[in-house]
């Protein structure tokens, strides 16, 4: 390794006690959990890299925020600290809390679905969205560029819009049946890969010309736009904050998932740039859904935390600390030869279990199997995302084979040390050291939506 990574700039104030459980502890927490780490009880896990989700930890600045949480039910004045910074942040006018992003989503996405047979585009829709656009009686369709299945290949902005393919599909369509164009960013599913703003320019302009709404899905912007300084030559001299404010411009709402970003451990937010009756609508359908707008599901504190934590996200220190340490354990695992998706996107390692291990057919679910392989070696807990994840063909009963069969390794945000992450990577090589004896496994137990969370699985023999 000849790079150098950058320190975390903080120190420990607050610990939590973690315990690698014994081998032959872990061999039998596994089988009671029927060879699915989402089974595992976390005291039984050591490291925990299944998401990236909600995991962080939050800084002192926000532990002293929490104590002045207005808890009052309407009009509440943590509700007026969130709005200001957010406001400052996007430039948008209309701010509504939620209580994830997927209560965002249950708002927002149903309000533009006008009628029977309209489709939403995205680079890559994440789950929920996906769910939530299907729910809503749309289609979900990507368009994702060509560079982001090449794992090995060096390309900036992976996460990227196909544009030539965005285009046939709303020909396909018609623009009037294309309720939004869904930028999500970092790219989640392709690995939490960026997007350059040159390419949401196009797609800006793209919705434009069509009449669209476009809308940002934006977990992890504030990610995205160091990477935009760091790889975009015309933004290098840009503050990440400037970034993110030209990235925003572009959209017409914006919806994210707190747990990442905005450095707390539960909230959603939309915000909408400056179509009032649209806003109208939101708060209508928010009261029954996620509660009054002035609390959306949160807190008072829930909602003064995230305050202070989405102002720490922007702050380039920190995001220089972030992207090195995913980039640490991918240049560790890229050393030892295992297959990641290179480069390193900005909060998960995917590491190729299909080209790690080509001898388990796809519907034995080759990421699961190496995940399983892990939590023996080392107390890690990775998660699938692959085939089993995909589930089945809802006509033919089918699995349906996904394109890539990855692991993906989560870090958490200002959790883990260097050392952690050391350990993580020495057990993944010893997995891919003996990955030719790894065995796939088939179900003992599968629920007929969303599987992966509560399936029974039994190595085969
Ligand atoms: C996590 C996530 C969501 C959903 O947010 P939740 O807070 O988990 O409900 C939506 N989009 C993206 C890109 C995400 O990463």
């Known amino acids: 390794m000849q790079n150098n990574y950058s320190l975390p700039p903080f120190k420990m104030k607050v610990i939590e006690p973690i315990h690698l459980i014994s081998k032959e502890d872990r061999i039998k927490k596994l089988k009671e959990a029927g060879y699915n780490p989402f089974q595992l009880r976390s005291d039984d896990v050591f490291i925990d890299l299944l998401t990236d989700s909600g995991t962080g930890a939050m800084s002192h600045f926000q532990w002293g925020a929490l104590m002045i949480g207005d808890e009052s039910y309407a009009g509440s004045s943590s509700f007026f600290r969130l709005e200001k910074v957010v406001k400052e942040i996007t430039g948008y006018r209309y701010i509504i809390p939620a209580h994830q992003g997927r209560g965002a989503e249950q708002v927002v996405i149903p309000l533009l679905v006008k009628h029977p047979g309209m489709v939403f585009i995205s680079n890559i829709h994440f ?8 729910m809503a009686g749309a289609r979900a369709i990507d368009s994702v560029c060509k560079e982001c299945f090449d ?3 060096y390309y900036p902005f992976k996460g990227n819009f196909d544009l030539e393919l965005l285009e046939k599909i709303i020909q396909k369509y018609h623009k009037e049946n294309v309720a939004g164009i869904i930028m999500t960013i970092t790219n989640n599913s392709a690995g939490g890969q960026p997007v350059s703003l040159e390419n949401m320019k196009a797609v800006a302009k793209i919705a434009k010309n069509n009449n669209i709404p476009l809308l940002i899905d934006g977990a992890r912007y504030a990610e995205n736009s160091y990477f935009i300084k760091l790889r975009e030559e015309a933004y290098k001299n840009k503050s990440v904050r400037e970034i993110a404010l030209e990235t925003f411009d572009l959209a017409d709402i914006f919806l994210m998932s707190s747990k990442k970003d905005g450095l707390v451990n539960i ?7 400056n179509d009032v009756a649209f806003f109208q609508q939101c708060q209508t359908r928010i009261v029954p859904m996620e509660g009054f707008p002035t609390y959306g599901g949160l807190a008072g504190r829930d909602m003064d935390a995230l305050a202070v934590g989405l102002n720490e996200a922007l702050e380039e220190e920190y995001l220089q600390y972030r992207l ?9 695992l890229r050393d030892a030869g295992v297959p990641i998706q290179y480069p390193a996107g900005g909060h998960a390692i995917f590491v190729d279990c299909k080209e790690m291990c080509p001898n388990i057919p796809y ?5 699961q199997a190496v995940c ?3 939590y023996l070696e080392g107390g890690i807990r990775a998660v699938e995302i692959g085939s089993l994840l995909l589930g089945r063909d809802p006509d033919t009963m089918e699995n349906i ?9 989560t870090i958490p945000r200002r959790t883990y040390t260097q050392e952690h992450l050391r350990y993580v990577a020495m057990c993944v090589i010893k997995v891919f050291e003996r990955r030719s004896a790894i065995k796939g496994v088939k179900f003992v137990y599968e629920s007929p939506i969303l599987r992966h969370f509560t399936a029974k699985f039994e190595p085969v023999e």
Do not use: S, W, Y
């Open 363 to 367: 519907d034995q679910f080759p990421a």
């Open 372 to 374: 399983n392989e892990l």
């Open 127 to 134: 789950d929920t969205t996906r769910a939530h656009v299907e």
């Open 151 to 153: 794992i090995h290949q």
């Open 401 to 409: 084979k996904a394109d890539a069969e990855f692991m993906r390794l």
């Open 324 to 332: 090195d340490e995913v980039r640490f354990l991918g240049d560790l």
């Open 267 to 273: 909230g959603g937010l939309i915000a909408i740039k």
